[in-house]
């Protein structure tokens, strides 16, 4: 028989119980000395032993222990057990019946239990190409050119913009897809938003992370409009933790995540870039700890076209900034694409003058855009004529290449393009085909290109008739 060591207080334990019964004494006299020092969970200094769970809500044994009773052979330490979580573990073998597919909402944007994100730097339409994804769900229309699965409830929770100025976006998208029929009648009952302010998911509180009102008020919402989309815009401004703190960041989305699966629903949080140039479909764009991007499931980017993709699709380069690209970043859900969706920024005038502002507002909406195809509006003959001039090299046998920045004697195709690159609508397709030349050029020395005599689509690479010194 084992006996504890204080001769005031004997207590004798039935075996082979004896072992974890001093263990869990051991532990109890660990956690009544973590709460003399520690505050309760509220935060009150004064919370006493009475509010910190212990092994005492165990009831009867811990009674018959602090008395010198024995106790029980069996059954005593189940309820212990009765205190802890209960964790179910499966055996794979028993999984005769296939689960079920990802619910998806939209294309490989949304989905019912993960956290999605769009990764990108202000004035690049992140609002309103969520706006128009919103309203796409809602109507069940799309018109992003995005796959709707289902018609979806939409709740959009801004912390940036009032209510008047949500109103102003969604009229705005309204009022440009009008061919499409969409009106108020149309959303209602499906589009919800709402922009609380003051309020925070998760914040400091006494020197410890505490879960915020919204959390409370997400779940009022959610519980009431049942939606299966909720945007939280922008997540910088859902918590008021330290963003570059990985452990703070992991807490804010563990929060969002444990929503998403409760209430079987998609949760997206626009979030913003750090300083410095992005990388289209770079994941670690996103400002503050890497736990952001680890904990979405579902990150994309957006980022404006650059000079070289502007002058690739012959857009004016002062108006390049209108259009964006959307790539796929850490989505480890789908196969990556090899291309991006493209959009373009477009003002809407909303007719809402008065007497004072008499032009009203014009508020910006995206649309579709598809840029040109790469050999599209130049004729098969003149592509093959050229193609063939690359081939055959230079008259001393030496052959062409992009080496030098297109400038040097050898830089034919870039010199071929701009000498008879033809204007108007088909200059961009001349810029692709320059585009497209010097990459053949860049390929391994002893290879080049020609097309096929099925057209200009097929173009491939034959070997070189030889390899000479430069």
Known sequence: MSKHKSDDHRVNYGEPADREAEQLLAEQAALEQQAAITPGTNGDPNDSMDDF?????????????ATGQSLPDEGWKARF???????????????????????WLMGNQFCRGFLSGLVAPGSTGKSALRMLQCLSLATGVSLTDQHIFRRCRVLIVSFEDDQQEIQRRILAAMLEYGKYGITREQVKGWLFYACPKGIKLAEMKNGSRQI?????????????????????????KVHALEENDNSAMDFVCDLLATLAIEYDIAIDAPHHTRKGQLT??????????????????????????????????????????????????????????RTAEWFKLVGVKLDNGNDEYPNGDEVQTVKPWKPPKLWEGLASETLNA?????????????????????????????????????????????????????????????????????????????????????
């Open 53 to 65: 769970p212990t092994l005492r809500d165990a009831g009867e044994p811990w009674a018959k222990a």
């Open 81 to 103: 057990d009765d205190l802890a979580p209960a964790l179910e573990v499966r055996d794979a073998g028993d999984d005769t019946a296939k689960p079920p597919p990802r619910r």
């Open 212 to 236: 915020g009102a919204l959390e409370k008020q997400l779940r009022v919402w959610i519980e009431k409009y049942r939606p299966d989309l909720v945007v939280l815009d922008p997540y910088v």
């Open 280 to 337: 289209p479909g770079d994941a670690d764009s996103g400002r503050g700890g890497s736990a952001v991007r680890d904990a979405g499931r579902l990150i994309y980017t957006l980022t404006a076209m650059n000079e070289e993709e502007a002058n690739q699709f012959g857009i004016n380069p002062e108006d390049r900034a209108a259009y964006v690209r959307l790539d796929k970043a850490k989505v480890n859900l789908t196969p990556p694409a």
């Open 386 to 470: 050229a193609l063939t001039d690359i081939d055959n090299g230079m008259p001393n046998g030496q052959r062409y290449t992009d080496a030098g920045g297109g400038k040097g004697p050898r830089a034919r195709p870039g010199r071929w393009c701009r000498s008879t690159a033809p204007a108007g609508p088909k200059a961009s397709a001349a810029r692709s085909f320059e585009h497209g030349s010097k990459t053949a050029c860049s390929m391994r020395p002893n290879m080049t290109t020609r097309s096929s005599a099925s057209g200009a689509k097929a173009i491939g690479s034959i070997p070189a008739r030889g390899r000479h010194n430069a």
